[in-house]
């Protein structure tokens, strides 16, 4: 059973840096393609969470939408079996709750376990 733990969320003014991370038990994180997804207060589940960032299994192909590209940076490190995101220049925009997730589809973006998600805050 895979099982995902995000941490880092917090509290940060505008511009400034968070560093999420996402520990996984049950699938090593070379064996999977990987993203970041967020959903901002007041959306409704039933639309889903928004990707911010993905990775491809062997770690050549990384996607990051209009909205975070430049900003967000996705990595990972085999040895600690750990998905990363550093989010830099926040804006409060970015507020919302951030997940991990595997994805079985990179090309698609479509995931099959998720985190418990993390709170990041970012005030004006």
């Known amino acids: 059973q895979v099982r995902l733990v995000e941490s880092g969320g917090g509290s940060v003014q505008a511009g400034g840096s968070l560093t999420l991370s996402c520990v996984s038990s049950g699938r090593t994180v070379s064996s999977s393609a990987w993203g970041w997804f967020r959903r901002a207060p007041g959306k409704e589940e039933a639309f889903g969470a928004e990707v911010v960032a993905a990775i491809n299994m062997d770690g050549s192909k990384t996607y990051y939408p209009s909205y975070v590209k430049g900003r967000f940076t996705i990595s990972r490190d085999n040895a600690k079996n750990t998905l990363y995101l550093q989010m830099n220049a926040l804006k409060p925009e970015d507020t919302a709750v951030y997940y991990c997730?595997?994805?079985?589809?990179?090309?698609?973006?479509?995931?099959?376990?998720w985190g418990q998600g993390t709170q990041v805050t970012v005030s004006s």
């Open positions: 997730a595997s994805l079985v589809d990179y090309d698609f973006l479509r995931a099959d376990n």
